[in-house]
Each structure stands twice: as C-alpha cells, then as structure tokens.
C-alpha cells in the first residue's frame, strides 16, 4: 500500500483526490501557488508546499518543482489530477525514472494516444470509425481545400494539440475554410506551441457521448457505460447526465456497440488505469470516435453514482498494480451533473473571479456536491472557472431532474455570478425535460423566447 500521495493539482478535484487518499489511509501532499496560500486543498492535505507564482505556467505545470516536491516530502505516487501536466508523457515517464509512481497510464499508452490525429489512426486500426477526414496533418492550402471537397462541408479545422473546447474552427465553404486554415495554424502554434491541424466532417445535429474505461497491469479493460455530454456551450460541457437518453429511450443496442468500440481502442493502446473514450453520435445512430481523455474526468462522479465505484480509488489501487476487483458492472438509477462555474452566463459566459460572500450548497437525499469554495474565499483569475459540481442522483431519469431543480434552488453563492441561474433554465427546458437535445441545445436556448425566462430568475 502507498503510505504517501502527492497532489499535483488544484481546485476541486484535488480536494477529491485528498479525499479518497484519507478513505485509503493514504497521507497526502498538496502543492500551491501564490494565489492559492489559502485554497481549501493545501489545508485539507497532511503537507503543502508552496511550488511558485500564480500563473500555471510558473507553478502548476512546472515539472521539475513538482518532482522537487516529491522527492523532498518522500512520495510514493503523483496524482496528476485533469488539466496540467495530466496528459503529459513526458511528465509520466519522468516520474518513473524519479522511482515516483505516476496514477495514470504508462507513458507508451500515452504515447499511442499523444494527440488527436494519432488517436485517429489508431482507431481506424482497431476497427472503429472517426469522421470521415484528412489521413494526417494538413499542411498546405491545397490539402485543405482538396479534404474539404472530399468529405462534404461543413468540415472542423482541429488543432492536434488542442483540448478544453479550444483550437477547433467550423468552415461551410472553400472561403471560410482557407481563411480558418491559416488563422488555426497561427493561433494554435501561439496556443500550444504546436500548429498541427488536421480536417475532419463537421457531424450535424451531434450527441456527445463518451465511455468510462478501467484498465489494469494484467491486461483486463472493462467500460463502466456511457455519459451524454451533449449540453455544452463553446465545445465545453456544462450538464452530463447517465445513463444517455438518447440510448436510453431511443438507440438502446448503441450501449453494447459503443462500448465494445471503446474497449477495442483501450486494448489497441495497451490501455492502463482511468480513461474516457469521447463520441460523437449523429441522429440515425452512427458513432464515430474523437478523442481519448487519458486521466479522470470532471464528470467522472455522475458515472460513480450509478455503478457504485469510486473511480479515483480505482485508479490508485491499479496504479499499485492491484488487479481489478469488480467483477460485473451494474448500473443503477440516473445521475446528473451541473458544473457551477464562476461565470456570467448573461455577458457570453464571461468570467466572474472574487470573493465569495456567502456559500451555502445544498444538501438532502440525493446531493453531493464536490467544491472546493466556502464563504470568503476568493476565486482567482489565473485559472479554470470552474469551482463545483453539482450531482443529483435518483431511481430514474425523472427524479435525478426533480433533486436537481431542488438543489439548485438552494444553492446559494453571493459576491460573483454564477452559472447556477442558466442551469436552472436548461433543467426546465421541455426539451431537456424530454430528454431531446443534441450539442446545439444551448445556443438554441439562448436564441429562443426563453433567454428572457432566464434573466428574470437572474
Ligand atoms: P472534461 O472532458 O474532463 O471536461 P475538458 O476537456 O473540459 O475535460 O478539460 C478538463 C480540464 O482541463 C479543464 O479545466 C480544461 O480547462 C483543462 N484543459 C484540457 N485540455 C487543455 C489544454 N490543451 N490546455 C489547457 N487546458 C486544458
Ligand atoms: P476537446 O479536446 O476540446 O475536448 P473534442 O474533439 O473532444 O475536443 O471535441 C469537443 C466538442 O466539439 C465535442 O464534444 C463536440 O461537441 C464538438 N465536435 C468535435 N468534433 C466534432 C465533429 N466532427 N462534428 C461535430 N461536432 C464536433
Ligand atoms: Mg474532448
């Protein structure tokens, strides 16, 4: 057993990473920046050091202060959280030859899935379709132009190295495609110091639905079903529930082919620890892959909700080398997320840093809520807005929502805008309430009479 974990994250999932290290017997270790002296993970933790300025790029994705960290408090793991150095294989493989055991895949899984045009590649030989595109990086104008023709427009310019909704660019003609061509490859060489782009079929009216995966040493890989993340707003999830009601109520052999699907890729990347496969689903239920997130999820809890395993603790015990030990996945009842964002959802989702006057989260039969905020602590510009998540869990689809409702009429979060007033608006939406939407959801909530329902409530 691991006597000694460090955390190489922030926020609210280091919280839940400290979490689960207590319910383990695990001592623990959190890292900080400067803006984060008094953040709720560097005193949950047994230890915290200070590792640097409050820029990521000066603290949290420095690896050799994380590395320092470790050696100094004499760690045997480094769990990297999402985000940061989470997906990095380099980090991965330095940790190894550190004698610190990295909680995520090995560094050659990674490797197999290092970026979205990789991934491509190796779906294709596993036998599972992404959409249709270009074979590799698309270099020239030409290419661009001769792959858009081929597949059909609309077509998405994707950034290899992007992620988090960022680096990715729709083009319905020649006209908007060059000019997109050209503006990608600058931007995202700025963005991530990478200007690979590659062109694939924009997929219209898509669902966005992606599979849980564990994997252990000893070759077992197992899916623990399928999360709809299809609510999004610029790319980015806001609400995810499980199951998917478009499975669910509608496509219910897709469970069995998907998830066959994911396993398949896993087991061509000799895949090992928590992992998710990402989907996009079109309306007469073709799927066709799009990325492997190789770390834990945000969206992780609403999968634990329904099958009863706790998916961090899982990955600490295969990192171990333990064999997994769950036998039959079952699923039970429905599970939904709100992702409470520190955000105006009224001025384009801008971000609302500051002090949190008052922080009063719900509770109740079916609420759990994993945050890191409380009542006067201030939320820094430096990073990700996110500071919760909200989950409600019920015996069917209609009770999740009814907690939900409930919960967020109770969450109370005074002194910043939050999304809370906008969630509360997609929860009583009749569509959603049908269980009838594709990632288009949003902006037609945003366009339709009901933007006025919702700033009233705002
Ligand atoms: P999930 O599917 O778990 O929601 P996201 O893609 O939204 O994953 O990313 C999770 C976290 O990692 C977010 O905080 C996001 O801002 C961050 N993130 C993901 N990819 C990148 C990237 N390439 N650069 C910077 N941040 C990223
Ligand atoms: P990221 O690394 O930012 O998570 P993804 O490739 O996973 O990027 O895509 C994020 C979101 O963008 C998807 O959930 C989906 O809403 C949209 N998207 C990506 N590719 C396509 C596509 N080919 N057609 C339609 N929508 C897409
Ligand atoms: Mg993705």
Redesign the pocket.
Known sequence: MYEKILVANR?EIAVRIIRACKELNIKTVAVYSEADANSMHAQMADEAICIGRSPASESYLMIERMISAAEITDVDAIHPG???L??SAHFADICEKCNIRFIGPSPRAMRALEDKAVSRVLAKKAGVPAPPGSEGLVETEQEALATARRVGYPVMIKAI???????MRTAHNDISLVKGFHTARTEEEK??GNSGVYIEKYIENPHHI?FQILGDTKGNIIHLGERD?SIQRRH??IV?ETPSPLIEYKYKDLRKKMGKAAIKIAEAANYTNAG?V?FIVDEHANFYFLEV?K??????PITEEVTGVDLVKQQILIAMGEPLKIGDVTFKGHAIEC?INAEDPFDDFRPSPGRIEMYYPPGGRGVRVDSHAYAGYTISPY??S?IGKLVTYGKDRREAMTIMIRALSEFMITGIKTTIPFEQAILQDPNFARGVYSTNFVDQLLNSGRRGLIEDKA
């Open positions: 926020g999402y985000g940061f989470s997906e190295a992007g992620g988090g909704g960022r680096g963005a991530f992606e993340c980015q999830k995810e998710t990402e997130n770390r834990i999820q945000v969206e992780h992702r990073y990700d996110m």
